[in-house]
């Protein structure tokens, strides 16, 4: 029987479909809801599982207990340029993503360098820093008014097969930002020094940047208007003067430093200055600076001299004899300074010789030489007089030549017996001497650390290390760095056509069979 | 369960008796096996990394022609009404039909072991991204069929379906590259609610339970729209 349709019934049916789409619209929106706030909660708590056999994400324990003891919250910045042929690319951002798992103090942003210009103008701001000077390809830790960059090439160990250390890197940036005092740069003015704010190609504005993206304080100082080296100074920088250092300031200098025969304070307590002198030689001899006797107390000898040497003999023009020195590989003695450094090119330019005193017995401090000149180098004393340098081995000084040195204070020998002859410093009462007490590095140069030679390899490199190494900042945290977790197969031709064929004909050769045979079946 | 049982049963057992389920393993596999062939040859990397995300994108392509017929063959040719008046839920149908087109994916990405042992006979693999690989392949799958069965619940055209389907898997798939054009919220959001992101971090062999609940709780919601979509057509 066929049931009419009125028009009652039709209001009702259409009322039935309104309430039948509202109640399925209202779920809808309610599970949607539910799915939001799931997700929400999702994003802000959450587990992460390391599958990986190297355990290429998982953080060290004491990454751990760092991360999660921060009281201020760490922001980081990257900006990297999406280069998909740098290896340790994703890798850095996968790494940034376990400290920030680790603790929700730490912020990471990645910011496009091409595209978030307004944002990194916001950054630049932040750190009072020129657009410039913000690094590309860097990653940046801000807490509280100090901030720390990391260039890319820290977070690679240099030698090959190129080891991934980023989490000794960040977690050191970390406690930079976090924990530890600021290092106090000053550097001294009135001697005709290279300017900290000169960013000219002779000036050292590119270096001062650099040590304060590495958050350290830069400073000038006035020794004769100061009458002392500061309380709060870290690090005496003395960069290229070209005129006479008085006896007062000399004392000043070590005073703050301590020498062989007075290595305490009015404490009693051993003196523990740094110092880092670059000298200006390629116009004149050292005498100049005033510096030579302090700097012979360090057991650091430095000569009146330009170091040259033959470069390369051309058909027309016969032996080139050039004062720009390329130190590299084995011509970085084993330091704590160089130990990174073989791989990379450093340009002095007109340096003069700086050599280690041999060792005395009444010597507290000793000085290792940390670059080398090429074998056939001299240091020429007539540089100006002759129109062609040439060695003369009564006044030039021959070869091996060292172009740097540092000096610290003596270990204790660990033999007893030795005591009864050490000088005073072996005493005991300096125990732990390795960490503590003076700290003195010298170049014969000053323009390799100038902005002209900033794009070389390892000009910037190697004085920064020395830096860290006279801040006592070269101490690692003792995370190790991370190998490249990379598998390779080997396949010989034949295995791989094998491999090739079975992959994209055998294993669907199977399905289409499978297949066929079943549709015969039916079809029966 | 048992409904879902025997509603699952009765789907895999269709799939496996009409060729598609062959003809889409088989071109699947011929896909799957290029990238996997190309990317070992090339690399020569004891890893499935490169050939898995090649191998996401064909899942992607083919998964709404599992899902296409599911419900709107029933609707079109009239069985969706004797379902819908036996003793079954309108949630066990759904989900039955949901487990068997899964099933189906799993059988789908199942001979692709052979690729590991390929790498096992002739490298050194880790075998930590791998499963977790796998992990995220399942999940995933789990999300693309639950949208399958949506669209195919909305229309009573399997093309139109595979179609849609197709469309929303890809519109999925392009929101976390989107997402890398800026950081305020709704890029944000874009971010969460495309696959990409959470897919990679499986194939890097982190299991990282955002990307676990992202794809439970979106697969959840789908099919929970589909029963509501299933409920309000019986009642119309």
Redesign the interface.
Known sequence: MEVKKTPTSMVNVRKRKTLIGLNVAVMIIISIVIFVFVSYINDRHYFRFDFTASGKYSLSNKTKKIVKGLEEPVFVTTLLQHNPDYRFHGQILDILEEYKYLSDKIKVTSLNPFTDQTKITELSELLKMDLEQLQLNSIIFVSGDKSKHVPLTEVIERSFPFKFKGEEVFTSAILNVTQEKQTTIYYTKGHGERDFEDFERPGLGGLSSALKRANYKVLPLDLLKKKQVPEDCDLLFIAGPTKSFSTEETNFIRDYLGTTARLVDEKGELKDGKLLVMLEPSLGSNTTSGLNALLGEYGIMVRDDTVVYNKVNLPLFGMQTVSEIYVSDNKYPDHEITQDMRSLTTLFFGSCVVSAAPLTDSMAFAAKVIAEAPDSSWGETEVGVQKKPKYNQDVDVAAPISLAVASELREAPTNPQADLHTPPHASKLFENIGEKGARVVVFGDVDFAANAFANNPGNRDLVLNSISWLARKEKELGISAKAPDVRRSIIKPAQMTFIFWTSIAGLPFIGILVGGIVWWIRRR | MSNVHTIFLREIRSY??S?I???V???F??A???F??GN??FW????LKGSLDSIQFFLLLLTPVITMRLISEETKSGTMETLMTSPVTDFDVVFGKFLAALGLYMVMIL?TW??VL??YI????????I??SYIGLTLMGGLFVSIGILISSLTRNQIVAAVIGLISLILLWVMGFLS??G?SWYYQCLK?IGTFDHWESFT???????DV??YL??T??ML??TV??V??RK??
């Open positions: 496996f008796v060729p389920a062959y003809i393993i088989s071109v596999l011929v799957s096996g290029f996997f062939a070992l040859q020569q990397e004891a890893s001979p052979i690729f390929f790498l002739f490298g050194n693999p880790d075998f930590g991204p499963i977790s890398s054009y950081d969460y890097k062999g982190i299991v990282d339970t955002r609940i992202y709780s979106f959840a919601l929970f729209i509501r979509v409920e309000s009642w119309r």
